[in-house]
């Protein structure tokens, strides 16, 4: 059962709103969020998904600054807490159109009402859309006037009952009417993916998206069909998916709710050749070498093109007092003829550098020494060349420290291993994994819909690895430390662990 719901902001780092369901509990709980925050640098994503104090379970969830933390008392399935916390940040961003401080600091009467529906006891009860709309009216300007004349002071109640409470279609409501009927589609794909220094893929996932806004009016019957539906093995439907039909033929066979909503998010893993070429559900594919391979197709040994968009060669070689640094960026895979826009590269410094000098032929290069840190923004990556940042650094070889007895003493600094180079970019109008949609047909209504679809690519995790790192002791101005430096993830110390 969950206990407390605290909102926190991630700048001033208030508590924003509270909301108990079990016993009270005191808002100082979430200093063991900021604390375990601080164990990793700041970096939200390593933080355990479930923080353990002395007496709750802390389950945590981060959306536009704003910090859901939930605590649970007892033992409870993590991933209903926190499809729960995301459900939560789901229907305050349709509400409100964001989640961000200043957005809940207006509208937190709202906010209170919509917790007081979305769980009950301590147990998650009305998510869905259309109900909570039927329920609580989203804030507009006749809602303000009209509770500014009965003197409520915010509050908007319904007294009906909602239609969908009672219906075997909870997600949508009856008699819905639109002048125009249209429906939307969007596909998304983020590509989170790890390459060596050669640029061969240690390991890769791709993450989909498909995103639907319908504005159909009755009831309609959608069923829409892919032309590669084996990739979809490891899949995650919206309730008003018929899962026969999807575990059968992978057919999405559905009546769609009033509005956007997600209709089904898939990860596709790098390796899963036995978890997808076995089984009705899973019998889909595979990545290999970057590209989907179906289950009919895969085989171990076979060599197959991938289809990552780009490569990158990084060569990396510092010494004691300077460093080179010249990164190669070029076009890969030819995705449809899809130019890949956006690119940046952020590339971590050494902690020692003292100054650096880099170039590009193509972009713009950001240098801030102070937080050890080159973003490349190249943009959209030219076809007539390739991108090359080179440039040199400065090292700090020696510092000084005081020890007990504040006596000045020099302490020798060894080179620094840099942590992985991050890269962003976007593709539109492809999906990097081939998912594409061969027909969508309507039932159950004589209209004949607009119908819409958008694809689109962009990195999630990207990293490039340039190695390891490599000392040696060289005979080199009276026995100076030479070192080969490629940049790897910087382990982390025993005390954050």
């Not at 009906?160 to 969007?186: M, T």
């Not at 943009?379 to 390739?386: A, C, F, I, S, W």
């Not at 070889?397 to 600094?413: H, K």
Request: aromatic fraction near 6%; hydrophobic fraction near 40%; glycine fraction near 8%.
């Amino acid at each position: 059962m969950i206990e407390s719901l605290f909102m926190l902001s991630e700048e001033s780092r208030d508590v924003l709103i509270e909301k108990h369901w079990g016993a009270l509990i005191d808002r100082s709980v979430s200093e063991y969020y900021w604390d375990e925050l601080a164990k990793f640098d700041g970096i939200e994503r390593e933080i355990p998904a479930v923080i353990n104090s002395p007496q709750y379970y802390m389950f945590h969830y981060k959306n536009d600054g704003i910090i859901m933390l939930c605590c649970c008392q007892r033992e409870v399935g993590p991933l209903l807490v926190i499809e729960f916390l995301a459900k939560i940040c789901e229907i305050l961003t349709d509400y409100f159109g964001d989640t961000s401080e200043k957005t809940l600091r207006a509208n937190f009467v709202t906010v209170y009402q919509l917790l007081e529906e979305v769980c009950d006891s301590g147990m998650p009860c009305i998510t869905e859309m259309n109900i909570l709309k039927d329920m609580i009216p989203p804030p507009s300007m006749m809602n303000r006037l009209s509770s500014a004349m009965q003197g409520t002071k915010g509050v908007v109640l319904t007294k009906d009952v909602p239609e969908g409470i009672l219906s075997n279609v909870p997600w949508r409501r009856a008699g819905v009417k639109h002048s125009s009927n249209e429906i939307f589609f969007d596909i998304t794909e983020e590509v989170d993916v790890t390459l060596n220094r050669d640029g061969q893929v240690v390991s890769m996932q791709i993450i989909g998206d498909m995103n639907c806004n319908c504005k159909l009016s009755g009831m309609p019957d959608i069923t829409l069909t892919f032309q590669n539906p084996q990739m979809l093995g490891d899949a995650r439907l919206h309730p008003s998916v018929r899962f026969a039909r999807f575990a059968s033929d992978r057919a999405l066979s559905f009546v769609p709710p009033d509005g956007q909503f997600t209709l089904m998010q898939y990860k596709i893993l790098d390796g899963d050749e036995d978890k997808h070429g076995k089984g009705k559900f899973n019998k889909g594919g595979m990545i290999k070498g970057g590209k989907f391979i179906p289950a009919n197709f895969a085989s171990k040994g076979e060599a197959h093109h991938s289809r990552l968009p780009i490569y990158i060669k990084p060569q990396i070689s510092l010494t004691e007092h300077n460093g080179r640094v010249n990164v190669i960026v070029g076009s890969k895979t030819d995705l449809d003829g899809k130019p890949v826009e956006n690119l940046v590269l952020s590339m971590p410094l050494p902690s020692n550098t003292a100054h650096a000098d880099l170039t590009a032929n193509c972009g713009t290069v950001e240098l801030d020494i102070k937080k050890r840190v080159c973003k490349w923004d190249i943009g959209k990556l030219p076809k007539d060349k390739n991108p090359m940042l080179t440039g040199t650094l400065r090292m700090n070889a020696e510092v000084i420290t005081e020890d007990e007895e504040a006596a000045a003493t020099t302490r020798r600094l060894a080179p620094t291993a840099a942590p992985v180079i991050t890269v962003d970019f976007k593709i539109t109008g492809v999906t990097i994994s081939g998912l594409a949609v061969d027909s969508l047909t309507l039932s159950n209504e004589n209209y004949k819909p607009y119908k819409g679809i958008r694809s689109a690519t962009k990195a999630g995790l990207f990293q490039v690895r340039t190695g390891s790192v490599a000392a040696g002791r060289a005979a080199n101005g009276g026995g100076r430390t030479l070192v080969q430096l490629t940049w790897l993830e910087e382990p982390r110390s025993s005390a954050s662990m």
